[in-house]
């Protein structure tokens, strides 16, 4: 993919491998930048990378049972 290429609120969540509804409560939430072309909105591929970027930057527990 281009890193300028536009995605869909459902290409994104496909491509992060999450269910549309929780796509667009993580662009509400602000979460995943988006920008808005007249009545569309399209998640830009850098911003999701930017968002897993940021999931790695958070400190994770590790459950003591796995």
Known sequence: MNPGELLTIEEAARRL????TTMYA???????????????????TFCLDEYV?????????????A
């Open 26 to 44: 993580l662009v509400k939430a602000g979460q995943v930048r988006t920008v808005t072309i007249g009545r569309l909105r399209r998640v830009p």
């Open 53 to 65: 970027r940021d999931l790695l930057a958070e400190p994770t527990p590790l459950n003591p049972a």
């Open 17 to 20: 491998g999450i269910g549309r």
